[in-house]
Structures are given as structure tokens and as C-alpha cells.
């Protein structure tokens, strides 16, 4: 079975990743896949780049076993999402008017959304708790509301590959735990995510597999068990960490720095 995105001999364009070493990488359907790695080590930039928007420096990627690069914006957007960091209100729209946006690469250019989208979009809206906030102008939602905002946009798009940078930020406890379940029901589904997550212990949790990446530009992945190994991750943050169990969980709690 073809992997939905398998990268090949992958650098990304980044000035501090010196390391010749490069990203070698497949990502099926039903892993979850976490990025972890310091401020600045490219955590971002690798999710674009995964999503074609910025070429990398070197290598190729498949998406579904076809050439990224080949396929039209239309065709990338029905196979994969991406949340940003960041999202950008530049135009007055409703919460239900911007999760719409997501039906927009499965309509024609002129064609209007049909009562099937408008339930995927309710759909999605009910799901993350927004559906009382449809007719809300999005300029007055918390950053959390717009968060979900922004996930709920995602799920109504309807991607196979989810890719995700900080599902989590601005979220409440509670919604931070809702979101990562969310997102860990698609891909049980058969979809597949790749996020970027700076809590370790919510990847230990909902991640199958990390990807370690540092500053460097050298990266390791594989599974979860594996991966989180307390010396690699203290070298990867540079931080020392205690680890603790707790329900046959993994918990790390950063260590003080001052003695
Ligand atoms: N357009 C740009 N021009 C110059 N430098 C850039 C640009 N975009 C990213 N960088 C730099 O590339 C590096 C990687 O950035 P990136 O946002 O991918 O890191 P990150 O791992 O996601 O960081 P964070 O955890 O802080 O979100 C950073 O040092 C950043 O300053």
C-alpha cells in the first residue's frame, strides 16, 4: 500500500541546518505523528514544506505516490490540510462562513456550497464546541474559540493527511484533551496527522510516532516508545528532565536549571 506522504533525500532550506544528513521518511495511514524540537529547529517550516508551500533544499516528496510538486493546489488540498500557527483574519466573515472556506477545493470556481458541505461544516462546528458561535463575526472570538475555529475549518475540508502546527495553542485543559482525541479519532479512521507539539508528555499520550528534529537540521523518528528516550530528549531541548509514570503513562517534568 502506497504511504499518503513518503519524503525522499529531504533537506529543508533553513541557513542553521548544516547537517548533511537527510529526511527519509513515510508517514501511513493511521500513524499520528509528532514533531518535537527547540524553538527555531525547523518544526514549522518542515510542516510547509510538507504542504508544498516552501520548496525545500534538497529531495522530493509523494503525496499518495505522486510528485508534489506536480499536482495543482486544488489536488494538494484534497489530500492534505494544514493548520498554521497563526491564523489571519484580513476579511469580516461569519464562524460559519470560514469553516465553509474547508468545502471550497471540493466546489468549482463558481459553484455555490450545497446543503451537504453546510452540514459537513455544522458538523465540524458541533464538534468543537462552536456551533452556538456559527453566525459570530470571527474578529470576536478568544484565541482558544478561533483555534477551534481554525480546526473546525479543517475537519471540514475532510484531508486525508492532517498536518498541524500546535493544535493545541491557546486551548484550555479541557479543550487541549477534546482536540488531541479529535484528531486521534480521524487518523484511528485511516487518516494521518503530523503535528508539531512542544508538551511532550500530550505526544506521549497521542502520538504514535515522533520525529525528533534539531537545530542542526538532524532529525531521528520512528515509534513513540522508542523514541522518547530521556537522554535524547534532554539533549534535544537541552533541558534535564525527570520522568515519571502515572497510568502507564509517560510524564516528564523539566528539571530547575539553578542547582
Ligand atoms: N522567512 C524567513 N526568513 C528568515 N528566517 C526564517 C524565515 N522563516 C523561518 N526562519 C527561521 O528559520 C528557523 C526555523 O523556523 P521555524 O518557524 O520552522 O521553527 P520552529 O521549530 O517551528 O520554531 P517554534 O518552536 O519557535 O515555532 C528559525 O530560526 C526562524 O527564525
Not at 548533511?20 to 518542515?46: H, M, V, Y
Not at 466546489?107 to 458561535?133: F, V, Y
Not at 478568544?142 to 502546527?165: H, I
Not at 487518516?191 to 510516532?209: E, F, G, I, P
Request: hydrophobic share 40%.
Amino acid at each position: 500500500m502506497n504511504a499518503l506522504l513518503q519524503t525522499h533525500q529531504l533537506q529543508l532550506a533553513l541557513p542553521a541546518h548544516t547537517a548533511t544528513n537527510t529526511l527519509d521518511w513515510s508517514i501511513q495511514r493511521g500513524e499520528c505523528w509528532g514533531i518535537l524540537g527547540p524553538n527555531g529547529a525547523g518544526k514549522t517550516t518542515l510542516l510547509h514544506c510538507l504542504a508544498g508551500l516552501r520548496p525545500p533544499r534538497q529531495g522530493e516528496l509523494l503525496l499518495q505516490g505522486q510528485p508534489l510538486q506536480r499536482l495543482s493546489v486544488r489536488q494538494r488540498a484534497l489530500q492534505l490540510g494544514l493548520l498554521f500557527q497563526q491564523q489571519q483574519d484580513e476579511f469580516p466573515a461569519t464562524v460559519l462562513e470560514t469553516a465553509l472556506i474547508g468545502r471550497h477545493p471540493h466546489l468549482s470556481l463558481w459553484q455555490n456550497e450545497s446543503p451537504t458541505d453546510l452540514a459537513l461544516a455544522q458538523q465540524a462546528l458541533q464538534r468543537l464546541d462552536l456551533l452556538p458561535l456559527a453566525e459570530r463575526r470571527i474578529q470576536t472570538l478568544s484565541g482558544g474559540e478561533r483555534q477551534r475555529l481554525a480546526l473546525a475549518t479543517l475537519l471540514t475540508q475532510d484531508p486525508q493527511l492532517l498536518l498541524l502546527d500546535e493544535p493545541t495553542n491557546h486551548l484550555d485543559l479541557h479543550h487541549q484533551i477534546s482536540v488531541l482525541e479529535l484528531i486521534q479519532s480521524e487518523v484511528q479512521q485511516g487518516k494521518a496527522a503530523v503535528m508539531a507539539l512542544h508538551d511532550l508528555n500530550l505526544a506521549a499520550r497521542y502520538c504514535s510516532h515522533l520525529l525528533l528534529l534539531y537545530p542542526d537540521g538532524q532529525a531521528c523518528w520512528g515509534e513513540k516508545d522508542i523514541m522518547l528516550h530521556l537522554p535524547a530528549l534532554e539533549t534535544l531541548y537541552q533541558q534535564p528532565l525527570l520522568l515519571f509514570q502515572a497510568e502507564g503513562q509517560s510524564i516528564f517534568i523539566p528539571r530547575s536549571t539553578n542547582g
